[in-house]
C-alpha cells in the first residue's frame, strides 16, 4: 500500500476524541462500515460470556424492515458481537432473520455463523455471495472485515479476533473492534503477531436480504467450536482468494 494511502488511513476523528477511524472515500458499503463504526460507543469493558452474548440481542430491533442499533446497550462487549453491530448499522434494513436470537449457538442463524470460530463472518458473506474473502495486505481497504489468527490453530483450540481493518504501515495493523480489556475502540498491534489474517470486503450488501433462506445450521461451522481444521478447508469453503 503506498505510504500516501496509508497516512490517510489515520484521518478522521470521532465526535468524543477517544478513537478515530478514516473519512476518505472507499468501495461503496465500505464507507458504510467506516461511518457505522465513527457512530459506535466507546469502551464499556470486554466480556466473552454467554450473558454478554445475549445483550447483543437487546441492542437491535427491526422496524417497518429498517435496523436500529443502540451498542450502548451491549455493555461490556466481545469482537464478533461488536463488529456484527456495525454490519446491522450499515446495512440499514433487513428482516428478522437478521437479529441476533437469545442463546443463539454458534453456527445456528446468521448472527450465530458471524459469531462461530474460524472464518465464521467470511463463510456468511462467501455461503450468501455478499463478497470476497481475500489474504492480501495490499488489496486491504479500510471498512474490509479482517480476522485475526494469533497461533496457527483454527477452530477449537483457535486465539483469535474479528475487526474492522482501518490501515496499516510496514509493522503494525490498526482495526477497531471490542478489544481486551477496555471493549469497544481502535487498535493498533504488530503485523508479526498475526499467524495469519482473512479480510472480508462486502461488495453486495443486498444479499444479505437472502439470509433467510439459508440452512437453519451450518454443521460446519458449528463444529468450530470443538474441532480444529485446517487453512485449506478454510480456503476451499470460504472462497478464499490470495
Not at 450499515?90 to 442463524?109: K, R, V
Not at 474460524?118 to 471498512?143: H, I, Q, R, Y
Not at 461488495?203 to 440452512?215: C, D, E, V
Request: aromatic share 10%; charged share 20%.
Amino acid at each position: 500500500m503506498p505510504l500516501k494511502q496509508t497516512l490517510l488511513l489515520f484521518v478522521g476523528v470521532l465526535a468524543s476524541g477517544c478513537a478515530s477511524v478514516p473519512t476518505a472515500s472507499y468501495p461503496d458499503f465500505n464507507s458504510k462500515v467506516l461511518a457505522a463504526v465513527r457512530n459506535m460507543p466507546t469502551g464499556g469493558g470486554y466480556d466473552g460470556s454467554d450473558p454478554t452474548k445475549n445483550l447483543v440481542h437487546e441492542a437491535c430491533v427491526i422496524t417497518d424492515g429498517e435496523i436500529h442499533v443502540n451498542a450502548n446497550l451491549a455493555k461490556p462487549s466481545f469482537c464478533s458481537g461488536a463488529t456484527y453491530l456495525v454490519l446491522l448499522k450499515a446495512l440499514g434494513n433487513g428482516t428478522e432473520s437478521l437479529l441476533p436470537e437469545i442463546d443463539q449457538q454458534d453456527g445456528h442463524g446468521v448472527f450465530g455463523r458471524w459469531n462461530a470460530n474460524g472464518p465464521g463472518a467470511a463463510k456468511l458473506v462467501a455461503d450468501l455471495g455478499a463478497g470476497k474473502n481475500f489474504t492480501s495486505w495490499d488489496e486491504a481497504k479500510p471498512g474490509d472485515f479482517l480476522k485475526i489468527w494469533w497461533t496457527d490453530r483454527i477452530g477449537g483450540s483457535e486465539r483469535g479476533h474479528l475487526v474492522v481493518y482501518l490501515g496499516h504501515d510496514a509493522e503494525t495493523v490498526r482495526f477497531w473492534s471490542s478489544n481486551q480489556p477496555g471493549g469497544y475502540g481502535t487498535k493498533s498491534v504488530l503485523r508479526g503477531e498475526c499467524e495469519r489474517v482473512l479480510f472480508t470486503r462486502i461488495t453486495r450488501p443486498g444479499r444479505f436480504a437472502t439470509a433467510k433462506k439459508l440452512p437453519a445450521v451450518d454443521s460446519w461451522l458449528a463444529r468450530m467450536l470443538r474441532e480444529d481444521f485446517t487453512w485449506d478447508e478454510v480456503v476451499a469453503k470460504c472462497r478464499v482468494s490470495d
